[in-house]
């Protein structure tokens, strides 16, 4: 399903991946979690790989592009895979497709403090622990806001899906643990407004899960998330849009830098170029050696037969030796050759 206009990648190959030492604010005040995601690997972190889940043609067709395989990523990178191409993962693990609005990226999804303000809704602040520098940030979420006001302010729209939970969350909010790892859900806020009568729907993108996020008009305690409240992000449903609003819904295809991340440590290109790269290597050292072996084998074959030749030599020079002693020492027994009895006395005269 696609709607609107498209969000296209440029060369991979001349992004530049995120420095760690460029400063990023983990504090639930921007959307860009492909990134908060990949210093989290950088910096050791993990999560776990989804399960059975049923990967959309998008995203299979990115990981065939790249020579990667789903399950070939570790579950943070999976995690930044899905957000970085436009899609989310609902309670039950389908993938659903999330499209920006209006020149918004999966970065900055956001809905800031002025902007949320604007459209007329009203703020709950909640203090969250103070941080290394000894700076205590506010944690936001919103207190007063009808339906509509929320859409209004919304950034994106996420196809439609079926959530049998009864909600009691907040559709915004700002704030976030430094030391925790996001992991995107998106959640459907369902209600009928008590005043107006009118009946809502507001998919919110939730980043931390339901035993670490306080419910809607409380704020988190230690048990929930630290005492930091997190990320939500309200959306639209596509099942319930205006002609305006999905005219203006963009297609995401991914950042640059996320797919060189990706193909750099997991693709299966990198990993067989590598391999070829150390095979050459391999060959290099192992052809003089293969060589030099060969060399000598030829020069102990040579030996052996050299010297079996010899032997062989030595062997006929002493049969003929033999049979010549043989011959010599052979008595005469040819009656025409005996001497006569004459020829006898006189060789026992000439011995005298």
Known sequence: MSFGRT??????????????????????SNSDLARQLYLRAEAGGSRKQFTNLELPEAIQKRLDDNDLTWDG???????????????????????????????????????????FNAVGCTEMNCTQPKSDSGITIQSLSNLYCTGDQML??????????DESNSLHLAMWMTG??????????????????????NSYTVIAVHTVGDDDEAAYGECPTEKENGGYGSLVLPCYTDASISGEVREAMETVQGSPWVTRWLREEYSGQSTSTSADDDDGFKLVLLAPIVAGILVVVGLVALF????????????????????????????????????????????LQEAD
């Open 7 to 28: 969000r296209r990648l440029s060369s991979w190959e001349d992004a530049k991946l995120p420095s760690k030492a460029t400063y990023f604010a983990f504090d639930g």
């Open 73 to 115: 990523l570790p579950g943070i990178a999976q995690h930044a895979l899905l957000w970085d191409s436009g899609f989310g993962v609902t309670l039950d693990n389908k993938v659903v497709q999330i499209w920006t609005l209006r020149g918004h990226s999966m970065t900055d999804l956001a809905v800031p403090l002025d902007q």
């Open 152 to 161: 209004t302010a919304a950034r994106c729209v996420v196809q439609d899906f």
């Open 176 to 197: 976030g643990n430094p030391e925790v790892i996001p992991t995107p859900q998106v959640r459907k806020h369902s209600w009928k407004d008590d005043y107006s009568k």
């Open 304 to 347: 052996v037969f050299v010297k079996h030749k010899r032997q062989r030599n030595i062997e006929a020079d002493a049969l003929e030796d033999s049979l010549i002693y043989l011959e010599t020492c052979r008595p005469n027994t040819d009656p025409s050759r005996r001497p006569t009895a004459a020829q006898v006395a006189n060789m």
